[in-house]
């Protein structure tokens, strides 16, 4: 059971649980925990890349240089939901800085972002797209199917045949931040 159960579920996103009954400890309550500080001050460097391990923060070198720096110049250490708070803002899901990114393939500087080559497709072949790249969204062409609703005018359910298109949606939090200590 824990073989497919680790096959089958985003343990990121997902629980699962063995019995009905454990369904309760959803709703429990737990005590907030203190908050802890990352000694930048006397570990420096080696401190802040052992918290960006444990805190799971995904911070690049470049942000792990910038927080010692600014810490440092504050003359104080950061807290974990500082670090926290300034990761998840400065993710590649909120910025998008790799798709984003200048990009060398075999040493060639190359003309478009990952996002620009993503966009450079629908540029080439956009047919059967409806809509691409409102709002990280897009809507092709489906195929006519049934579709079961009232009738505006006589107010009677009945089956209608119609072209039913496919949306899809990528969620981001692409908003302007500017968070820094």
């Known amino acids: 059971t824990q073989l497919i159960a680790a096959a089958l579920h985003d343990r990121m996103t997902q629980l699962v649980l063995d ?8 709703f429990s309550h737990a005590e907030p925990k203190p908050l802890t500080a990352v000694d930048i001050l006397g570990g420096g460097r080696a401190a ?3 918290a960006n391990i444990e805190l799971g923060l995904a911070l690049a070198e470049d942000e792990i240089d910038y927080l010692v720096s ?7 250490n950061p807290h974990d ?32 972002s990952l996002f620009g080559m993503i966009k450079n497709t ?24 049934g579709r079961f609703f009232p009738n505006p005018e006589t107010r009677q359910y009945g089956a209608v045949q119609e072209p039913v298109h496919i949306l899809m949606k990528v969620e981001t939090h692409n908003h302007p931040t500017a968070i820094s200590p």
């Not at 019995?19 to 959803?26: G, Y």
């Not at 600014?70 to 104080?76: C, D, T, V």
């Not at 939901?81 to 190359?110: P, V, Y």
């Open 48 to 50: 802040l890349e052992k």
């Open 70 to 76: 600014a810490f440092q110049g504050l003359k104080r």
């Open 81 to 112: 939901i500082e670090l926290m708070m300034f990761a998840q803002a400065n993710s590649e899901h909120c910025r998008h800085k790799i798709s984003n990114a200048s990009w060398d393939i075999d040493g060639e500087s190359q003309d478009k």
């Open 122 to 145: 629908y540029q080439m072949h956009s047919e059967n797209v409806l809509s691409a790249y409102k709002d990280n969204a897009s809507v092709i062409v489906g195929h006519t199917a």
């Open 19 to 26: 019995r009905f009954e454990e369904a309760t400890n959803l």
